[in-house]
């Protein structure tokens, strides 16, 4: 168990629609990231937050968003849902923004049908 | 763009034996490396990293070996266990803002009892 929490585990719904993950962070952990995993393109980094605020960003598209709350969770909002959205959605934390291990939740798995 | 790569998509092993799984990398600002360890419905699980200054790290079982002159990473598991099968992702942090981190495509390891 690496610390990391992530909600809802699984989540089934329709193209168009809009579903938001949440990610609570290891205990004393100030950096949240969101990484995509699907079949054709890998683990791929998405955002980073640190301490409330946006510190770098990936191949994330327009109709994704996430944010980061005073209490360090974070959620990420997927809207306008596609097909391709499909994927395991992971959330990693570290203890700042650094060279540091980040650890990594059990991730959601979303299917868009 | 710049890309984490894996030379073999698998790599099958008698337990006892030990394996070798190789990364290459083509950010030469590369200045961090992970090994992770992803079982089947899980995230991927910190093994060990490296720092760019150093060129071997060694842990329980497992020692990575960091080539910068030829840009390649390899992850050695000694002794290995039918509890080993996994796909194993290798990650950079080429030096960017923040902490993202690049995924090589991953190479599964199956051990045979």
């Known amino acids: 168990d690496s610390g990391v929490t992530q909600t809802p585990k699984h989540l089934i719904t329709a193209t168009g629609q809009r579903v938001t993950l949440r990610c609570s962070p290891r205990?004393?952990?100030?950096?949240v990231y969101w990484y995509q995993q699907s079949l054709d393109q890998g683990l791929q980094f998405l955002i980073q937050?640190?301490?409330?605020?946006?510190?770098a960003k990936g191949n994330i598209l327009e109709r994704f968003s996430a944010q980061q709350f005073p209490d360090l969770h974070s959620e990420l909002n997927l809207s306008s849902l596609e097909l391709g959205d499909s994927a395991l959605y992971f959330c990693?934390?570290?203890?700042?923004?650094?060279?540091?291990?980040?650890?990594f939740g059990p991730g959601t798995r979303l299917l868009v049908l | 763009g710049e890309s984490v790569g894996l030379h073999l998509p698998t790599l099958s092993v008698q337990e006892g034996d030990n394996s070798i799984i190789n990364c290459a990398y083509s950010?030469?600002?590369?200045?961090?490396f992970i090994w992770y360890k992803q079982e089947s419905g899980k995230g991927p699980q910190f093994i060990i990293d490296?720092?760019?200054?150093?060129d071997k790290r060694q842990g329980q079982r497992v020692t990575v070996l960091l080539n910068k002159t030829v840009k390649h990473l390899s992850l050695q598991i000694a002794a290995t266990q039918p509890g080993d099968s996994a796909v194993y992702f290798c990650?950079?942090?080429?030096?960017?803002?923040?902490?993202?981190?690049?995924f090589g495509g991953g190479t599964r390891l199956m051990v045979k009892p």
């Open positions: 990693a934390s570290s203890a700042r923004q650094g060279w540091e291990t980040q650890y």
């Open positions: 205990s004393g952990d100030l950096s």
């Open positions: 937050y640190y301490n409330g605020e946006e510190r």
């Open positions: 950010n030469s600002a590369s200045d961090y």
């Open positions: 490296i720092r760019s200054n150093m």
């Open positions: 990650a950079e942090n080429g030096g960017n803002a923040g902490n993202m981190l690049t």
